[in-house]
């Protein structure tokens, strides 16, 4: 069988980590061909997976609407694939074709509504292209979701139908197992932020509570993924203000998220996920988690026992379950 798989969006992030992990399923999938179109990512070819790039499409919206209602058209009559898988969390304008999609951004079915003052692509999200988004739903063969949350959620709220919507929980990669105990991670005072810098991470929400504790004298560091520049005015304002021990890392490498897991308490107030798999990754290694108290997180960090929650919305919540950690750690 030939597999149309789509991913022209996804460059970083939990988008890239799902792509990662559906191409080394294909690549293990010899009794099928996989056409894999990306953005601007650099993949090689393989014996049964061939990429192509679209490093246009990402240039503007207008493009982005070209490809997904006009190009995918020629795609399909140049490669006639069998199936069409799309990971662009909707499907593609194609008819007459077995079409599947992997949901995983959680913007568009949360309880949170972004005001356009807030945020311009986040309301854009949430306003105009999740009717694109559910009305393609509604026509697909099979939609792919991380949690059981989710599938509720599309049945309940956009009226899908359960029967069509198939759970994948994500596999946390195998470095990420636990190798030394709990109690060593004892003197620990770094804490770690894995994150994109969209609005919903809640990067303003940390950095207050952070700044605030700092004045008041206690002694920790602070480190993120990404870049300063990437972060919001009012994020840029507050670190800007003075001299803090904050750390950003760019992009790691799964080796590099194990040895910040290592030194590291995760930390992650973001309230809105589908699933927030350094949740997921720093349960295996068995380190201590401050997490937003939000349904996601407690899905997937479950029963374990070194987590402690808070509200998301709350700057002293936060600050008393770091200040709390830390000095009784």
């Not at 988008?15 to 294909?26: K, P, Q």
């Not at 898988?85 to 972004?114: D, M, P, W, Y």
């Not at 008041?216 to 560091?221: H, P, Q, V």
Request: glycine share 4%; hydrophobic share 40%; proline share 4%.
């Amino acid at each position: 069988m030939k597999i149309l798989v789509v991913d022209v969006a996804g460059e970083g992030g939990g988008a890239l980590s799902v792509l990662n992990r559906y191409i080394e399923r294909f690549k293990m999938d010899r009794e099928n061909e996989y056409i894999v179109c990306v953005g601007n990512l650099n993949f090689e070819d393989c014996e049964n997976v061939k990429f192509v790039k679209f490093p246009w499409v990402k240039k503007s919206y207008l493009n982005r609407f070209y490809f997904d209602y006009v190009y995918i058209k020629r795609l399909v009559k140049k490669y006639r694939p069998d199936k069409i898988f799309s990971l662009l969390n909707k499907g593609v304008n194609v008819k007459n074709i077995t079409q599947s999609v992997c949901f995983h951004n959680a913007l568009f079915i949360c309880e949170k509504r972004f005001s356009l003052k807030e945020s311009r692509l986040m309301w854009l999200y949430q306003n105009v292209i999740s009717f694109f988004t559910k009305r393609s739903l509604k026509k697909v063969d099979e939609v792919f979701v991380q949690a059981e949350w989710v599938k509720n959620c599309l049945v309940k709220s956009w009226n899908i139908d359960p029967s069509r919507i198939f759970i994948e929980p994500p596999q946390v990669d195998e470095i990420f197992k636990r190798q030394i105990e709990t109690s060593e991670y004892k003197d620990i005072k770094n804490l770690f932020f894995p994150a994109g810098p969209y609005p919903y991470k809640n990067h303003i929400t940390l950095l207050t509570a952070c700044i605030d504790l700092w004045n008041k004298g206690l002694d920790f560091t602070l480190s993120f993924t990404g870049s300063l520049d990437n972060l919001s005015e009012d994020c840029q304002n507050l670190i800007k203000g003075g001299e803090y021990p904050i750390t950003f890392l760019g992009r790691l490498s799964p080796e590099g998220m194990r040895k910040e897991y290592e030194r590291s308490i995760l930390v992650f107030p973001s309230y809105i996920e589908t699933v927030g798999l350094p949740l997921a990754e720093a349960r295996n290694m068995g380190i201590a988690i401050l997490a937003a108290d939000c349904e996601y997180a407690h899905d997937v960090v479950g029963d374990y026992d070194n987590v402690t929650y808070f509200s998301p919305f709350d700057v002293a919540a936060l600050k008393d379950a770091i200040a709390e950690f830390l000095e009784v750690k």
